[in-house]
């Protein structure tokens, strides 16, 4: 297999490369520095504008190795404080779908490398004027499986007993200032992903051929191994006098609400619950996110539709609403959201969703997240659509692969996982995750049967820029045997990942 660049990643590098030279800014060193004297030279900086790109991108992994100033000042915020700490955990906040930061919490993204090598530029330089960021990461993975064909419904890392380039994301953004309430603001957010996990966040009509007309009867998933998805692209307005303020996000952005998220250093685990790989990934539309006060937050949107984009002929007018509870102690929060509703018949994937998230801290260093959700599609057996089957792939009493059309009304599934996140220390935190899905007429996973999975994980950050994420799984199929391309009923693995911050 090929390997080729990524052509924003490439176009990163040429950008760099040539504003700098450009503007006179990368200076090469017009003296050998005498042996006498390297052993005794201070490290260059990323701030030393008289070195060039490169070896400025160099120390800035360099300087994030080194540990965190504990003395280092907090931000103001506007609201409760941060009930986590982050890393090790992957967010400092309880959840909140969709948003970067709930209004009222400040930007608490880390300064990534080639932001502070770009610094010395003029396209850096004018990015920080006016608070543009611009980072992302690269993440692979390696599996060992008792499965030999597919590890689905474990998602992801779908192809067992090997290596996979699951994401490489690039993201450009401005945060909107929520603290602040004395003017709006603006902000943006553009995600570009490229590699195998595009196999899920694809939505239907947004480069979605590369998935939908690449079939791969040999393969454990249908498209091409490789794709790109250019998977959030939204626009937020913020408007401080809208109680005590309200973010509008108009474009496509995270579905709601999920404890989990597709891109890997937000998740708590290497692997994705089925809970979270059977449910909605990406929605394309409006959403309002306003602060009640610093214990209520409220979301109101409306959506083309689950994973269908606004234009596509599958898209259905579809209603959202959430509440966010936190208690005072800031140790409890209820999450209970109607993330799609519109009552109509199966397009692509037209969920109707009602969920409910539950979070206790028990201490900083230890909490719990649980989520439970019921949710189904209508006469999934006269979807037009052509990538939608009309039977399930296993059903019990029947052969693999002769199972009837699935039943007109609803098809339903439910589910529930728990999460129990344990600070080790300032660097390491372990993941325990339990979870039963019941995919009563097969129409989410393929199988008509009910599952459970248990998960341990361990998420060590080396630096603020490099994770490793080893992890153990064990997951059970009790009325068919779905794993495996429907040939066991039970599946084990071993998984590694790292996660590279740029």
Request: charged content about 15%.
């Amino acid at each position: 297999m090929s390997l080729k660049l990524h052509p924003l990643f490439l176009s990163l590098a040429l950008l760099c490369a040539g504003d700098a030279a450009a503007a006179g800014l990368i200076v090469p060193v017009s003296e050998a520095m005498p042996a006498s004297d390297a052993a005794t030279a201070p490290l260059a900086r990323s701030a030393d504008c008289a070195n060039g790109f490169f070896s400025r991108l160099a120390s800035a992994y360099r300087e994030d190795a080194q540990p965190a100033d504990p003395d280092a000042p907090t931000p103001a915020r506007r609201g409760l404080a941060a009930p986590f700490s982050s890393p090790p955990f992957p967010s400092a906040e309880w959840q909140l779908g969709a948003v970067d930061y709930p209004v009222g919490v400040p930007n608490e993204n880390a300064q990534y490398p080639v932001e502070k090598a770009l610094a010395c530029t003029r396209v850096g330089q004018w990015m920080q004027r006016n608070r543009i960021e611009l980072y992302g990461w690269i993440n692979p993975s390696l599996n060992a499986s008792t499965s030999s064909r597919t590890n689905y419904p474990l998602s992801y890392s779908t192809r067992p007993n090997r290596g996979e380039f699951n994401q490489a994301l690039i993201r450009l953004q401005r945060v909107p200032d929520t603290v602040q309430t004395d003017h709006v603001d603006w902000g943006f957010h553009l995600d570009d992903l490229y590699g195998y996990d595009y196999h899920y966040t694809t939505m239907k009509g947004v480069t979605s051929d590369q998935l939908l007309h690449h079939p791969q009867p040999n393969s454990a998933l249908n498209g091409k191994i490789y794709g790109n998805d250019p998977m959030i692209a939204h626009v937020d307005l913020y408007l401080p006098s809208v109680a005590q303020g309200m973010l509008v996000t108009v474009g496509r952005y995270l579905s709601l609400p999920d404890i989990e998220a597709q891109f890997s250093p937000n998740n708590y685990l290497l692997t994705h619950s089925i809970l979270y790989t059977v449910d909605a990934y990406t929605n394309m539309g409006v959403l309002t996110t306003t602060k009640l006060d610093d214990q209520w937050t409220l979301q109101l949107g409306v959506h083309g539709g689950d994973d269908s984009a606004i234009w596509d002929a599958t898209s259905r007018l579809s209603a959202q609403a959430c509440l966010r509870w936190v208690s005072k102690s800031n140790d409890d929060m209820l999450y209970p959201c109607v993330e799609s509703y519109n009552n109509a018949a199966q397009t692509y994937n037209n969920l109707q969703e009602f969920v409910l998230t539950w979070g206790h801290r028990f201490s900083p260093e230890v909490h719990m997240l649980t989520e439970a959700y019921h949710l189904y599609v209508r006469d999934q057996a006269l979807a037009t659509d052509p990538s939608q089957s009309h039977a399930p792939t296993g059903r019990p009493g029947y052969a693999l692969g002769e199972a009837p059309d699935f039943p007109l009304g609803r098809s339903t599934a439910d589910a529930i996982v728990n999460y129990v996140n344990i600070q080790l220390g300032a660097s390491d935190m372990l993941a325990i995750r339990n979870e039963f899905v019941n995919d009563h007429d097969g129409q989410r996973t393929g199988f008509a049967t009910r599952y459970s999975s248990h998960t341990i994980g361990l998420t060590h950050w080396v630096s603020q820029d490099l994770e490793i994420r080893p992890e153990l799984r064990y997951e059970h199929a009790y009325d068919f045997p779905a794993y495996d391309g429907g040939r066991r009923n039970h599946q084990a693995t071993a998984l590694i990942d790292a996660i590279l911050h740029y």
